[in-house]
């Protein structure tokens, strides 16, 4: 690798990462400038009203968080191998993108379904 390359890879991962700064600082000051409105942001500028549905949703979001974290290997592992058994068995060069879409969505639910299968039944796969 040389250094042009590298300044180009570090420029190009700053540039993307500013713009999903820049993202979420907007949606943070549409939260504060709409009161009462449900912007998805990851910080917490305005404190929303408690609601149920709310608290639900949280509760589930935070779940699927805390079950990849508790098995980070197993969904990489997971996630691979998945994509591995799709490119042999359909020949995804030819495909049509709506059918690499739906294909992508379902094996991507498949394996949070298993992170959150192992979740609820509090097992967690490491072998150290």
Known sequence: ANLSY?????????TLFVS?????????FTKLLVKGSAVPSC????????????RQAEA???????AINK???????LANVMTGIVNVMIDTIHSR?????CILHLY???NCFIMYIL???NIVLKFW
Do not use: G
């Open 119 to 121: 979740h609820a039944k």
């Open 108 to 110: 991507m639910f498949l």
């Open 97 to 101: 993108a709506a059918l690499t879409l």
């Open 71 to 77: 098995n980070q290997l197993l969904f990489c592992l």
């Open 43 to 54: 910080w917490r500028a305005v404190k929303a009203p408690d609601s149920r549905e709310q």
């Open 6 to 14: 590298c300044l180009w890879v570090i420029a190009y991962c700053l």
């Open 20 to 28: 999903f700064v820049v993202a979420d600082l907007m949606l943070v």
């Open 60 to 66: 589930v979001h935070v779940c699927l968080i805390a």
